[in-house]
């Protein structure tokens, strides 16, 4: 069993030491936002932090992750307050969304490490790949953000998220369990 903190939570996985974390994470967690983008470590989709390091976790297996502290989306803010998740809204650095979640984690790894990040540092520390190609106003956001952790300024763009999974679930039919759909008939 390998065991490690995913989203400040002990975790032990039952699994080949080889499997790669993206798997562990999304499949025997279901900590979904963590997304498959190549598999090869090109992209950035799969990006979380390793004891505060961004890093693809197509490329670390979770023998590599054991005792180490992961953080993914889910555990950078249960309800979007994070400064990046607040300035990639405010900035209009999102588009279709997949990248986003593997960008926010990259941006909140380089501004841990510093807060005040020039235009140069955020495209080196930022490999991903955004097909939607948003990174003029990527750069912004994650000044935008430096600013808001360093409480310089202050960003009321992103909601917190306004539907449970349940009202989310009767709202839109493809969201029903099978359990749902048999009680309806």
């Not at 984690?105 to 495209?123: D, F, S, Y």
Request: hydrophobic content about 40%; glycine content about 10%.
């Amino acid at each position: 069993m390998t065991a490690m903190i995913v989203n400040q939570r002990p975790v032990r996985f039952q699994m080949d030491p080889a499997t790669p974390l993206l798997w562990a994470l999304r499949d025997a967690a279901n900590l979904t936002g963590t997304k498959y983008g190549c598999g090869v470590g090109d992209c950035g989709a799969c990006m979380v932090l390793v004891d505060g390091e961004a890093l693809r976790s197509c490329l670390v297996t979770i023998g590599e992750a054991e005792g180490r502290s992961i953080v993914t989306i889910e555990g950078l803010s249960r309800d979007r307050s994070h400064p990046v998740q607040q300035a990639l809204v405010a900035e209009q650095a999102i588009q279709c969304g997949f990248c986003t979640p593997g960008i926010a984690m990259a941006a909140a790894g380089l501004l841990a490490k510093n807060p005040a990040p020039g235009e140069g540092e955020i495209r080196q520390a930022i490999p991903n790949l955004c097909r939607c190609g948003v990174y003029p106003r990527l750069v912004r956001a994650i000044q935008r953000a430096g600013r808001v952790g360093a409480r310089r300024e202050r960003i009321s763009a992103a909601p917190a998220p306004g539907i449970s999974a349940e009202d989310a679930a009767a709202a839109v039919p493809a969201l029903r369990s099978a359990g749902n759909d048999e009680e309806e008939r």
